[in-house]
């Protein structure tokens, strides 16, 4: 199983401000197959970025991904008030697909 | 539309059974993936497993292997959730999500399972 750490924990920031979020897997993740999810309150995930830079359908381009061999980053430039949720990224290479911790975005 | 609806959640006593069930529609389970995924009230995600789409295999995480398990019924292209042995800890929502790889896609909105003497 590929180990996911996310970090931090929380990030405390203000719309308008940039995130920068990270995943390290404690093994390399096969083809950069590297997903990021967002939940908002109350609400079901949804899919942000697959294979570590590749937005998903609809996703604004604030958001991007990054990385390759086990670090990968999330990057939201220019925080809207509707981007402060949980993130979660998951490796999508092979089964167990396991997800990290989560990262917290909370308004300062 | 593609669209999953899960359903069969509810309240069951430590040690019992309960099946989920994971209704598809506007796709055919046979040409996508399903995944299951759980989240215990205000803990992260925790994924469960997925069913292969063309059946031919299951995979799940190392922790529920013997416990749960995944089948589908092609006629009424639904994927199921079996789940046996229950365990407090097993409480939480658990979600159905589709996609044509190992990306869930889409998700449903979850039905609640409830571990409770």
């Known amino acids: 199983e590929i180990v996911l750490t996310q970090s931090p924990g929380t990030l405390s920031l203000s719309p308008g401000e940039r995130a920068t979020l990270s995943c390290r897997a404690a093994q390399t993740v096969p083809n950069n197959y590297l997903a990021w999810y967002q939940q908002k309150p109350g609400q079901v995930p949804r899919v942000l970025i697959y294979?570590?830079?590749t937005r998903a359908t609809g996703i604004p381009d604030r958001f991007s991904g990054s990385g390759s061999g086990t670090d990968f980053t999330l990057t939201i430039n220019r925080l809207e008030p509707e981007d402060f949720a949980v993130y979660y990224c998951q490796q999508h290479a092979h089964a167990p697909l396991a997800f990290g911790g989560g990262t917290r975005v909370e308004m300062k | 539309q593609v669209k999953v609806v899960e359903s069969g959640g509810g309240v069951v006593q430590p040690g019992g059974s309960l099946r989920l069930s994971c209704a598809a529609s506007g796709f055919n389970i046979g040409t996508n993936f399903i995944q299951w995924v759980r989240q215990a009230p205000g803990k992260g995600l925790e994924w469960v497993g997925i069913m292969q789409k063309d059946g031919s295999n299951q995979y799940y995480t190392d922790y529920l292997k013997g416990r749960f398990t995944i089948s589908r019924d092609l006629s009424k292209n639904t994927v199921y959730l079996e789940m046996n042995n229950l365990r407090l800890e097993d409480t939480a929502v658990y979600y159905c999500a589709q996609g044509t790889g190992w990306v869930a896609d889409s998700w449903g909105q979850g039905t609640l399972v409830t571990v409770s003497s």
């Open positions: 294979s570590a830079s």
